[in-house]
């Protein structure tokens, strides 16, 4: 079965550096996702992403953020100036063309930030 | 703003005892509720996606129904397999179908041998 594949599976960064997540969504999927996921929080909704630019983005999502497709396969997350209060797991999902029919999801990468 | 509620926050049970999620939820128009399972350390696995009041849908011993105003996940059954975390999530039509889901804190089952 086709999977959405995320790499690292857990990134250390010291405060204040910038980290990139990356993620190589199912390969005929259109809509693509970044949510996180706090120790024992909800997953929360960062931001969408289709036919090369944000489609929708949440509160959370702010200038320290910043998505990308550089290829045909990659998807990636950037967070600017990394702060404490990032650490969270980061999950990745992707959706075929009628994307509100549910998504599939990556296994996440686990940020923490020390 | 859309809100979604799980309850039991946490449930315990033997293997084979039958019980049921619920997840209430209020959001300005429903496109879709989905539920999750979540598995320590991964990422959600998609179960259902309900559409409209009324609908039912069925997998092995896991069983989605929706109302107006809420959805039940009935576990029929259970085997310590089903031991997981299961999230339930809306998306709202007032948007495009790119719109992100917005998740309750789910229901953390653990089903004893």
């Known amino acids: 079965e086709p999977e959405v594949t995320q790499t690292p599976s857990h990134q250390v960064t010291q405060m204040g550096q910038e980290v990139i997540l990356r993620c190589v969504p199912i390969?005929?999927?259109?809509?693509f996702y970044w949510y996180r996921q706090i120790l024992g929080q909800k997953v929360e909704f960062l931001v969408s992403?289709?036919?090369?630019?944000?489609?929708?983005k949440s509160e959370i999502f702010d200038d320290q953020f910043s998505v990308e497709r550089p290829d045909g396969s990659n998807f990636t997350l950037k967070i600017r100036s990394t702060k404490l209060e990032d650490s969270a797991m980061y999950f990745c999902?992707?959706?075929?063309?009628?994307?509100?029919?549910?998504?599939?999801f990556g296994s996440g990468t686990r940020l923490t930030v020390v | 703003e859309d809100q979604v509620t799980q309850s039991p926050e946490a449930l315990r049970l033997q293997e084979g005892e039958s019980s049921s999620l619920n997840c209430s939820y209020t959001?300005?128009?429903?496109?879709?509720l989905f539920w999750y399972r979540q598995d320590p350390g991964k990422g959600p696995e998609f179960l259902f996606t309900?559409?409209?009041a009324g609908e039912e849908k069925e997998k092995e011993r896991l069983k989605a129904t929706l109302t107006k105003k809420e959805s039940f996940l009935h576990i029929t059954a259970p085997k310590p397999e089903d031991s997981a975390t299961y999230l339930c999530?809306?998306?709202?039509?007032?948007?495009?179908?790119?719109?992100?889901?917005?998740f309750g804190k789910g229901t953390h089952l653990i089903i004893q041998p």
């Open positions: 999902a992707s959706s075929g063309i009628l994307g509100w029919r549910g998504y599939t």
């Open positions: 390969s005929n999927h259109l809509y």
């Open positions: 992403f289709y036919n090369n630019e944000i489609s929708e």
């Open positions: 959001v300005s128009g429903l496109r879709g």
């Open positions: 309900l559409y409209s």
């Open positions: 999530a809306v998306q709202a039509s007032s948007g495009g179908g790119a719109d992100g889901l917005t």
